[in-house]
């Protein structure tokens, strides 16, 4: 019996990028799935592009929920709410899938008894292409000390379990609300298999930028949460605040912000050798 995949698609004036987001899905040669867009409020021609799509698109399930903007995590409920199908993938309205996405990991779900499957990817859209290798993770411990390898547009979860552990609405966690259900899934013994394919293409914008630090306080408040629970001691803790602040002096270096680079680069206190030799190029203002 083949595998079928609910492709989930929150969208919030995403007009600029939006059509070729849909044209891969579009394109995937495995045709067991369907697409639930939720459009969150958008004031740009999201809804037209959307609707636009589906005419040229008979063939495929497609679902359009519009509604008032409610943040990302309440699109993606809603949406998973609406799915017919046991697998979720979720996909950003900026980002684009190989056409082999879906049969690869239809391949790897029949072969693994996973909870959540996910792959590598590349990124586009920045001053370079790059390959985003990613590695195993087994614990809570491997996310908050090694690093978030987890991308949502190259995640692919059971249906029952995102029904079970929701996305958060909570502001406070905005933005984070993806690393806050890793954490939760984790703590809760689900099986995580990575494919090391880059199936995905994510797109980096400079958005991001003016939203780095805000993003910072809302992944620090989902450590403190679940630290506050006991569901990890002090030194992991300290271990995770230390890797988020490293992350955005890397950020902020590779944006040629060298003096915001040397400050989160101290505040991340303890570093290894490698660590240490980016911190010196930053001094230096010496890009890496």
């Given at each position: 019996?083949?595998?079928?995949?609910?492709?989930?698609?929150?969208?919030y004036?995403?007009?600029?990028?939006?059509?070729?987001?849909?044209?891969?899905?579009?394109?995937?040669?495995?045709?067991?799935?369907?697409?639930?867009?939720?459009?969150?409020?958008?004031?740009?021609?999201?809804?037209?592009?959307?609707?636009?799509?589906?005419?040229?698109?008979?063939?495929?399930?497609?679902?359009?929920?519009?509604?008032?903007?409610?943040?990302?995590?309440?699109?993606?409920?809603?949406?998973?709410?609406?799915?017919?199908?046991?697998?979720?993938?979720?996909?950003?309205?900026?980002?684009?899938?190989?056409?082999?996405?879906?049969?690869?990991?239809?391949?790897?779900?029949?072969?693994?008894?996973?909870?959540?499957?996910?792959?590598?990817?590349?990124?586009?859209?920045?001053?370079?292409?790059?390959?985003?290798?990613?590695?195993?993770?087994?614990?809570?411990?491997?996310?908050?000390?090694?690093?978030?390898?987890?991308?949502?547009?190259?995640?692919?979860?059971?249906?029952?379990?995102?029904?079970?552990?929701?996305?958060?609405?909570?502001?406070?966690?905005?933005?984070?609300?993806?690393?806050?259900?890793?954490?939760?899934?984790?703590?809760?013994?689900?099986?995580?298999?990575?494919?090391?394919?880059?199936?995905?293409?994510?797109?980096?914008?400079?958005?991001?930028?003016?939203?780095i630090?805000?993003?910072?306080?809302?992944?620090?408040?989902?450590?403190?949460?679940?630290?506050?629970?006991?569901?990890?001691?002090d030194?992991?803790?300290?271990?995770?605040?230390?890797?988020?602040?490293?992350?955005?002096?890397?950020?902020?270096?590779?944006?040629?912000?060298?003096?915001?680079?040397?400050?989160?680069?101290?505040?991340?206190g303890?570093?290894?050798?490698?660590?240490?030799?980016?911190?010196?190029?930053?001094?230096l203002?010496?890009?890496?």
């Open positions: 019996m083949s595998v079928t995949f609910s492709i989930i698609i929150p969208v004036n995403a007009a600029k990028t939006l059509a070729d987001t849909l044209q891969s899905i579009a394109a995937q040669t495995y045709p067991h799935f369907e697409v639930i867009c939720v459009n969150d409020g958008s004031t740009d021609r999201s809804a037209e592009i959307l609707q636009k799509w589906n005419k040229a698109n008979p063939k495929i399930d497609f679902t359009l929920i519009n509604q008032e903007n409610g943040g990302l995590g309440n699109a993606r409920n809603r949406a998973i709410r609406a799915s017919k199908n046991p697998w979720v993938a979720f996909i950003d309205a900026d980002d684009i899938w190989l056409p082999n996405k879906l049969a690869e990991i239809s391949s790897n779900l029949t072969k693994n008894q996973a909870d959540v499957i996910y792959h590598s990817f590349t990124t586009f859209g920045g001053s370079r292409d790059r390959n985003r290798d990613i590695f195993p993770i087994h614990s809570i411990e491997d996310l908050l000390t090694k690093g978030n390898p987890l991308m949502p547009s190259a995640v692919v979860i059971r249906t029952g379990l995102l029904l079970e552990f929701p996305f958060s609405e909570n502001p406070t966690v905005h933005g984070a609300e993806d690393f806050d259900l890793w954490l939760r899934l984790l703590q809760a013994d689900k099986k995580f298999k990575h494919l090391d394919k880059p199936l995905t293409k994510y797109r980096e914008t400079g958005g991001m930028s003016t939203r630090l805000e993003h910072l306080k809302h992944v620090v408040n989902v450590i403190s949460k679940y630290h506050e629970l006991a569901w990890f001691d030194s992991i803790y300290q271990k995770a605040i230390a890797r988020k602040n490293w992350e955005v002096g890397r950020f902020y270096h590779k944006n040629g912000k060298f003096e915001e680079a040397k400050k989160f680069y101290n505040k991340a303890l570093l290894t050798q490698n660590q240490k030799l980016i911190q010196l190029l930053a001094i203002k010496i890009s890496r």
